[in-house]
Structures are given as structure tokens and as C-alpha cells.
């Protein structure tokens, strides 16, 4: 098998455990965020749900940063309500958003609809209102914050979805999409690849073993489709920051 390491797009950062790693990365999270505050007036950021961020999350909080003039989306969601148990968006306002000191403009991907493709409308509408842009002229995203998971799926991106070639195609001119897949319970939605990409700080975070030796295996192959992590990995419009610790 080729190593194709050389080729990836990703700055690595290494911790001794998960709590250094997230106070590195909320160090740079806080950098990014203000510097976007003070040349905009606004941040927009895309953050993950799952165990893993919630060491980040209450770093984070502790920092200063004028929320209020921060927009927060999730990367992606389960189609559920916030009162599911699944739902990321009550994940994020348990963990992050209700520990602020002052309220961001909260943009959920959950929108009751007919079906979840029914809900892309109210979704970008919101999010459009949010960051004071338009479907002609979307606001790119300031911080992203991906997750991965032990099958190498990250966002909504999951190989055995039945839409996994759309999911992680980089020609795609759709900004939000659904998953059907066996191993996600319920139908999801996510922010495309390209949308994802399209910002000025990317990060993946992920801890343990284990997933290092999914991520090593991502470096050692060239099938998206295979591991979706591969499509944050191996491209050229920006640079992934790598945080990792066992």
C-alpha cells in the first residue's frame, strides 16, 4: 500500500491527555473567533456534538469571547427534535451554549418538516438571517470543528450510507444533505463537504487509540467512500489542524 501522508493537507497537533488537548485547541478556537469579531464584527462557527468536545466545550465557555456577536451551527444532526435523546442541538446547549456568560445566535439543523430534504429551506433561511447573508452570497464559515468516528465517518459522511458518493463528492453545489444509513439510528443532516471546507480554521479532534489507527489508516488510502475522513484529509482548500491525544 502507497503512504499517501506526504499528500496530506493536515498540521498535527499531539496532547498528553484530552483536557491539554482541549485547552490547546479552545486557545485557538478563542484566536480565531475574536480575530474574526474584531475584522467582521461577527463569527460563525460549526461545531460537533459527541462525547469527545466536551472537555472543549467547558474550556471554551470559561474563555473570553462576546458571544453575542457569534453565530454557532452544528456540523451536522440528527433529524430529530431537541427533546430526543439523540439530539445534538441539546447536547450543545447542556454543554456549551447554557454555560455562556452571553447568548450566541444558535442556528439548530433540525427544522420540523415533512421530511428531512423539506427542512433544507428553513435551515438555510435561518442561518442566512443569523450571519446577515444570502443564498446568493452565503457566509462561509469562520471555525470548523469536525469529529470522527471508529468507522472513519465524520460529519453526517458515513461509508455505508446509501448517498455516500454524494456525500463525499467535492463538486457537489448543495450546502446541506441527508444521510441514510444503517448505523445512525435515525435519518441525519450535515453541511456538505465543500461548505465544510469553505472556511478559515478547520480542525478534526479525536481521542484515543483506536481512532488514531482509523485516522492512520485514512493517511494510507485513497477511497473516500471507504473513509469519509479522507475527503477533510486529502484536499487543497484548507488546511486540517490535527488534535489528538490517547
Given at each position: 500500500?502507497?503512504?499517501?501522508?506526504e499528500?496530506?493537507?493536515?498540521?498535527?497537533?499531539?496532547?498528553v491527555d484530552?483536557?491539554?488537548l482541549?485547552?490547546n485547541?479552545?486557545?485557538e478556537?478563542?484566536?480565531?473567533?475574536?480575530?474574526?469579531i474584531?475584522?467582521?464584527?461577527?463569527a460563525?462557527?460549526?461545531?460537533s456534538?459527541?462525547?469527545?468536545?466536551?472537555?472543549l466545550f467547558?474550556?471554551?465557555?470559561?474563555h473570553?469571547i462576546?458571544?453575542?456577536k457569534v453565530?454557532?451551527t452544528?456540523?451536522?444532526?440528527r433529524?430529530?427534535?431537541?427533546?430526543?435523546?439523540?439530539?445534538?442541538?441539546?447536547?450543545?446547549?447542556?454543554?456549551l451554549?447554557?454555560?455562556?456568560?452571553?447568548?450566541?445566535?444558535?442556528v439548530?439543523?433540525?427544522q420540523?418538516?415533512?421530511?428531512?430534504?423539506?427542512?433544507?429551506?428553513?435551515?438555510l433561511?435561518?442561518?442566512?438571517?443569523?450571519?446577515g447573508?444570502n443564498?446568493?452570497?452565503?457566509k462561509?464559515?469562520?471555525?470548523v470543528i469536525?469529529?470522527?468516528g471508529s468507522d472513519g465517518?465524520?460529519?453526517s459522511?458515513?461509508?455505508d450510507?446509501?448517498n455516500?458518493?454524494?456525500l463525499?463528492?467535492l463538486?457537489t453545489?448543495e450546502?446541506?444533505?441527508?444521510?441514510h444509513?444503517l448505523s445512525?439510528?435515525?435519518?441525519?443532516?450535515?453541511w456538505s463537504?465543500?461548505?465544510l471546507?469553505?472556511?478559515?480554521?478547520?480542525a478534526?479532534?479525536?481521542?484515543?487509540?483506536?481512532?488514531l489507527?482509523?485516522f492512520?489508516?485514512?493517511?494510507?488510502?485513497?477511497?473516500?467512500?471507504?473513509?469519509p475522513?479522507?475527503?477533510?484529509?486529502?484536499?487543497?482548500?484548507?488546511q486540517?489542524n490535527?488534535?489528538?491525544?490517547d
Open positions: 500500500m502507497i503512504n499517501r501522508t499528500q496530506a493537507n493536515i498540521v498535527w497537533n499531539e496532547s484530552a483536557q491539554s482541549a485547552e485547541l479552545a486557545g478556537l478563542v484566536i480565531n473567533i475574536n480575530e474574526a474584531d475584522v467582521n464584527g461577527q460563525v462557527i460549526a461545531l456534538g459527541g462525547s469527545t468536545p466536551k472537555p467547558n474550556v471554551l465557555a470559561a473570553d462576546d458571544w453575542t453565530v454557532v452544528l456540523v451536522d444532526e433529524w430529530v427534535p431537541e427533546s430526543h435523546s439523540l439530539s445534538n442541538a441539546a447536547f450543545m446547549r447542556e454543554h451554549l447554557g454555560k455562556l456568560p452571553s447568548e450566541p445566535r444558535f439548530p439543523l433540525y420540523a418538516a415533512q421530511t428531512v430534504n423539506a427542512s433544507f429551506e428553513l435551515v433561511a435561518d442561518y442566512f438571517s443569523a450571519t447573508s443564498q446568493a452570497a452565503p462561509a464559515f469562520d471555525v469536525l469529529g470522527m465517518h465524520t460529519a459522511f458515513f461509508p450510507a446509501d455516500v458518493e454524494q463525499v463528492s463538486e453545489n450546502r446541506l444533505l441527508s444521510c444509513s445512525t439510528q435515525v435519518e441525519r443532516i450535515t463537504l465543500p461548505v471546507l469553505n472556511t478559515s480554521y478547520l478534526l479532534h479525536f481521542t484515543g487509540r483506536s481512532k489507527d482509523v492512520e489508516q485514512a493517511l494510507n488510502g485513497s477511497d473516500i467512500a471507504e473513509l475522513i479522507r475527503g477533510a484529509i486529502f484536499q487543497d482548500r484548507t486540517l490535527v488534535y489528538y491525544a
